[in-house]
DNA sequence: CAGTGGTCTAGACCACTGT
DNA sequence: CAGTGGTCTAGACCACTGT
């Protein structure tokens, strides 16, 4: 039996990711809530930490909360794949027109990075909730990329954990950069938006704790399914 | 009055910090702690919760609460100005059309983080080597702003050091978001880019040592002239 | 088994918002 | 003023851990 306020949340969280409950519409109150539910205050305001840390609500003093602009965010802190954070968000991961071959005319940074041996892509498009959201193209050694199938990548949707299985390759340490692109004729294929669409795309080179390359990746998303979220301290 | 919650959470995150628990060590238990701090497990439990979602401790059903690693692997990037990331990449950081005034309608995520004071708004345009790439809009509570004149900050550029000077207040805690977005009518006019270029922005809430709120910011950057580098390490 | 954190109740009063 | 979310109390029982 899961806990009150996590049926409370998964509850809401539906009726808002439903379209039953738009952006910006505000919930009834907690006391109100609290009633419908048949719970206490208390579990209400539990299921709204919940919500409200997902970013799904808003809650404000005095006015009341409200429902959220939606968007999936990634939360930068750790090296986590897209799948353990999209689950995170209560968002269903998804994959769909993967592919995986040599890949003879790689860009430069993939060229430099994982330094001669034949390259490899693997591209997959990511949906969230079945709707595409993010481009992912990935480069990586011959060595690395022989031992990988396609119906596997499917199936497991997470390339790091596959990698770990396959070569005890585990990605210790990353450069990231972060640019807003225009939506090539590709990118708007792959993506279902229209060409020039403004994209978050993510470049990211990942090695392995003793410092060799793992892999080269692109992953872009459209402006308004996507946002990256940091948290810095002094 | 701070509510005792926050109260519980600074006296112990001040014992962790100043050495006097080590990492791994156990704390007491909640219901010691509500003892000690004369209060109820409810409060000891919001105030374990700001620590445990700051990576301060970590909770273990049926052990314990430990004092967390104080590792590299939450702090990613710091707290650094445009002006000294600008200078470090070798660009003469330059600024123009600086405009400070009360904001009579500020966004709403603002309002929300700044929580009701009245609002003022410091716009400035940042270039590199005379070139615009950068819109900024800080948004400050009224007891930050008053002081700010707009000839101080063309002359010293960052608003950070001006802050630190008039009132003490130091940045030591910020999320940021980085999203993709079209340039609107008012974008296009402060960079000189075509409308619906697409634009690299990045929203910052700050917050000083004692999570008060220091600034709402939104920078807004054409996508061929910043990007955004991240170093990340497991 | 005792001790820990996790969940939950049924209240109370406070701070903030808008009428 | 009424209505909202924010804080707080003093309990209770449950799930998990280690002896």
């Given at each position: 039996?899961?806990?009150?306020?996590?049926?409370?949340?998964?509850?809401?969280?539906?009726?808002?990711?439903?379209?039953?409950?738009?952006?910006?519409?505000?919930?009834?109150?907690?006391?109100?809530?609290?009633?419908?539910?048949?719970?206490?205050?208390?579990?209400?305001?539990?299921?709204?930490?919940?919500?409200?840390?997902?970013?799904?609500?808003?809650?404000?003093?005095?006015?009341?909360?409200?429902?959220?602009?939606?968007g999936v965010s990634h939360v930068l802190g750790d090296l986590k794949s897209f799948t353990d954070t999209l689950r995170e968000l209560g968002k269903q991961p998804g994959i769909r027109d993967v592919s995986v071959a040599i890949d003879d005319d790689p860009p430069a940074d993939a060229t430099t990075f994982l330094r001669g041996s034949r390259i490899w892509?693997?591209?997959?498009?990511?949906?969230?909730?079945?709707?595409?959201?993010?481009?992912?193209?990935?480069?990586?050694?011959?060595?690395?990329?022989?031992?990988?199938?396609?119906?596997?990548?499917?199936?497991?949707?997470?390339?790091?954990?596959?990698?770990?299985?396959?070569?005890?390759?585990?990605?210790?340490?990353?450069?990231?950069?972060?640019r807003a692109e225009a939506a090539s004729a590709e990118d708007s294929v792959a993506l279902g938006v229209p060409k020039d669409t403004p994209l978050l795309s993510i470049y990211r080179w990942t090695s392995n704790h003793r410092g060799a390359p793992i892999e080269f990746v692109r992953s872009a998303s459209p402006g308004d399914r996507y946002e990256y979220v940091i948290r810095l301290k002094q």
């Open positions: 039996m899961r806990p009150a306020y996590q049926r409370v949340a998964d509850s809401l969280r539906a009726d808002i990711e439903a379209g039953r409950w738009q952006p910006a519409t505000k919930l009834p109150s907690e006391h109100t809530l609290a009633q419908t539910f048949e719970v206490s205050r208390t579990t209400i305001r539990q299921a709204l930490d919940v919500l409200e840390s997902a970013n799904v609500i808003r809650r404000q003093q005095g006015k009341g909360t409200f429902v959220a602009a939606q892509c693997v591209e997959r498009v990511r949906t969230a909730d079945g709707r595409a959201f993010c481009r992912m193209q990935s480069w990586l050694p011959d060595a690395l990329a022989a031992g990988i199938a396609e119906d596997e990548l499917l199936a497991r949707q997470s390339l790091y954990a596959l990698l770990a299985d396959l070569s005890d390759e585990r990605p210790a340490e990353a450069t990231e950069v972060i």
